[in-house]
């Protein structure tokens, strides 16, 4: 059988290499795809150069004030409804309740709520906004890694990630990793959206429809009135390291973005203002 | 194009006479060593040492991991075929299988046997030739030093076949970084998600994972429907030459490009279940296989060479993506090498994670672990051992016939794409802005609407992908799903 397999496979390739003979770039239709490609990433580098290049230096001007209302104080807190969702690319899903276009759909894993408490920001030339992190144990919520205590998350007011510290139960020390960071062995809490996202380098689009949401998810968003305001929202499309989308959508006003959807991830702001 | 379909089909009657597989076949081998444990089941220890910044600069990545080998090195396994009844066969392990001497370890407290033939087995309806474990495999053998050794636990003998079953379906459900989109019949043809991952994509996840922290990666060695989920164990980029520098394209003066050629190697899933495997050394064998990739690579600044030839400065790779279309290189593999070309999607596996619906649930990582991943094997007291059950008896296998079958699950059935008469098409009406945002000025109350670009959120539809020079695939025939 193995033979066979091999042979079928041999045969077709050699097929189709001899019903495709021609010189790639001499065809019309791959050299508009590698224009229109080579026109994608001359945009992103042209983006990438003018937010460096009109960075503010104040956190007053940040991006982040500009969209917050204001800037970053310490005190100020907001709650994050947040759901892992688990890829399904390896997976054989022979599910027959799915529907095609469903296959390849994540699968809504770990839910956890999580605290976001502004403890520090510094106005100095470097500006910096220090958040602590907690997960909580509340409204049907679970802890998704009960080791960890808290996180700390440092960013600059245009929402470059800085800093990430894990404080975990019982150990002296915080374990530092890199904000964004590439690692052999990871949490589950790693694969959350609850990380700065940069802002001033984002595409930004306007949103006719609110974001599609997982059932499960969308369950808890009618349950709990979760409904962001388009007229007065901004949807912001930016690329992780490895170019996945980052999608959010930020309400004009709100502290934290109403809606973060990252490859592993969906977050939702459930609660905004003072304690 | 008559022709071709002709072809198509004749293949297709081929391919599916003959129960292509997605995952493998069987040969042999020896043994020794001991059997060691995946790391710390709890991650931060572990991230000292095994946690960076990711790095995009093609001059530092070139001339530091121009070469990448993962650490432990992945092991060539077997694909438990559905059709064999999963880790529930007795087939390889002398009738006794992997599932029943886990069954009978554990004191005939779990069922991981039955449940294995109802769900990863041959009773399970409308079973196709291809189903298996390969993604379980893949992953186990990633997370997992290869187990070369037999262990008794409760005087069950468990032997390096039974041990790599048990890791592969645990690892069924692993959490996992994941890199492009896969694609899963005929209509995918036209669709970005043939074209990633992107090259610089695959730069990236290789010289950052592989290259820097010796992290296994894992790919879809298949670029088209088929998937074919095999660990790499290392891979190598030759270095580039001041002739493979095509600096930018005039048309995109802030984009430098610059040919690279890698070669990917994979461990395979057709050898038998009890095989140890020989030590990597970046060469293909009986238990490796690899494939020459060439690509371009797009950067965002210029390269500089210095007189002895080496790469002194460079811009970053860029990758990045409108709606679904990713950017990032240019694939240039050449005409009819479409399913054997660039890995449909990369994954990096971190830990096994507690069965749902998909991984035998009865199967005990930390039980596995502290039983069956230690030297020789550790009873486990709290049990009395079982007598082991034999192995079930397979079931027939389903007509592979495509004639007259009807489609048993939702999945389209295959039609030929057509091949699109001009590119893109379909995409959004317009692009994204891309200025740094103008953001809003006033407060939350009383800012104005802002104006912004056209493009729609979401659920807009995907533009064309670029593909770069190569070109777009033609129809082939797909398995019914």
């Not at chain 2, 001041?242 to 040919?259: E, W």
């Not at chain 2, 930390?366 to 007598?387: E, F």
Request: hydrophobic residues 35%.
């Amino acid at each position: 059988m193995k033979i066979f397999c091999a042979l079928s496979i041999v045969f077709l390739v050699s097929a189709m290499s001899g019903l495709t003979g021609a010189d790639a770039m001499a065809d019309p239709d791959e050299r508009e795809l590698y224009s229109k490609a080579l026109s994608i990433a001359q945009g992103k580098v042209l983006r990438d150069r003018a937010a460096a290049a009109n960075r503010p230096g104040a956190l007053s001007t940040s991006s982040s004030a500009l969209l917050f209302g204001r800037p970053y104080q310490k005190g100020d807190s907001w709650d994050l409804a947040v759901w892992r969702l688990n890829q399904t690319q390896e997976m054989l899903r022979p599910a027959p309740t799915l529907a095609a276009s469903e296959l390849r759909d994540p699968i809504v894993a770990e839910s956890g709520l999580f605290r976001f408490k502004v403890i520090q920001v510094s106005q100095d030339a470097a500006p910096v906004i220090e958040i602590e992190v907690t997960q909580l144990r509340q409204a049907g919520f679970s802890l998704i890694d009960p080791a960890v205590e808290r996180i700390l998350i440092s960013g600059d007011g245009n929402f470059h990630p800085l800093k990430k510290q894990y404080f975990i139960k019982n150990r002296p020390e915080p374990f530092s990793v890199s904000p964004n960071g590439i690692r052999k062995v990871k949490s589950l809490i790693d694969f959350l959206p609850i990380d700065f996202i940069p802002l001033d380098n984002a595409v930004r689009e306007e949103l006719r429809y609110p974001p599609r949401l997982p059932p499960a998810i969308r369950e808890f968003a009618a349950k709990t009135g979760f409904k962001p305001d388009l007229s007065r929202s901004v949807w912001l499309e930016q690329d992780d390291f490895f170019g996945r989308p980052i999608q959010a959508l930020w309400e004009h006003g709100d502290p934290w973005p109403s809606y973060i959807k990252t490859p592993h991830g969906i977050a939702l702001l459930v609660r905004k203002g003072a304690l | 194009m008559s022709l071709f379909k002709n072809v198509s089909t004749l293949l297709l009657l081929l391919l599916l006479a003959f129960g292509i597989s997605a995952c493998g076949d069987v040969s042999d081998d020896e043994l020794s060593e001991p059997v060691v444990s995946e790391a710390d089941s709890w991650p931060y220890p572990n991230v000292k040492g095994g946690d960076v910044q990711g790095e995009k600069n093609f001059a530092y990545l070139v001339n530091n991991h121009l070469v990448g080998k993962a650490s432990p090195t992945p092991w060539a396994g077997f694909w438990w075929p559905y059709g064999g009844n999963g880790i529930a066969a007795g087939k390889y392990t002398g009738g006794l299988s992997p599932a029943g001497k886990y069954d009978a370890a554990r004191g005939g407290r779990t069922h991981a046997q039955s449940w294995e033939v109802a769900n990863h087995g041959s009773a399970v309806p409308k079973i196709q030739p291809w189903w298996g474990h390969c993604n379980g495999w893949s992953a186990a053998a990633a997370l997992f030093e290869e187990p070369r050794s037999n262990v008794t636990v409760n005087g069950i003998e468990f032997n390096v076949a039974d041990l790599k079953a048990l890791l592969t379906e645990a690892a069924m459900e692993v959490s996992a970084d994941f890199f492009g989109d896969r694609v899963d019949w005929g209509s995918d043809y036209s669709s970005p998600k043939l074209y990633d991952t992107v090259p610089d994509q695959y730069f990236l996840v290789l010289t950052n994972y592989m290259g820097r922290l010796k992290q296994s990666v894992l790919i879809d060695r298949y670029t088209t429907d088929q998937v074919w989920n095999q660990p790499v164990p290392g891979y190598q980029f030759e270095y580039p030459k001041p002739s493979d520098y095509l600096g930018a394209d005039p048309q995109a003066p802030n984009v430098y490009r610059i040919l690279m050629t890698s070669t990917i190697y994979w461990a395979r899933d057709d050898v038998t279940p009890e095989v140890l495997t020989v030590p990597f050394n970046f060469e293909a064998n009986e238990h490796f296989e690899s494939r020459v990739l060439k690509m371009e690579l797009w950067l965002d600044g210029p390269v500089v060479f210095g007189p002895d030839g080496k790469v002194q400065s460079s811009g970053n790779l860029i990758v990045t993506r409108q709606g679904d279309f990713f950017v990032g290189g240019a694939w240039k593999m050449g005409d009819g090498a479409y399913s054997d070309a660039w890995p449909d999607y990369m994954w990096v596996p971190y830990s096994v994670l507690k069965p749902t619906e998909y991984a035998n649930p009865w199967l005990d990582m930390d039980w596995i672990r502290k039983h069956l991943l230690v030297p020789g094997g550790a009873d486990d007291p709290s049990v009395n051992a079982r007598p082991v059950e034999p192995a079930p008896s397979v079931r027939p296998s389903p007509s592979s016939s495509p004639s007259g079958s009807p489609n048993p699950w939702p999945f389209p059935t295959w039609t030929p794409t057509p091949r699109p008469t001009s590119f893109p098409t379909g995409g959004p009406t317009a692009g994204p802005t891309f200025d740094p945002i103008p953001l809003p000025t006033a407060g939350p109350t009383s800012g104005p609407r802002p104006t912004f670009g056209p493009a729609p959120g979401p659920t807009t539809p995907a533009p064309r992908p670029t593909g770069g020079p190569i070109s777009p695939p033609r129809p082939i025939p797909t398995r019914p799903r």
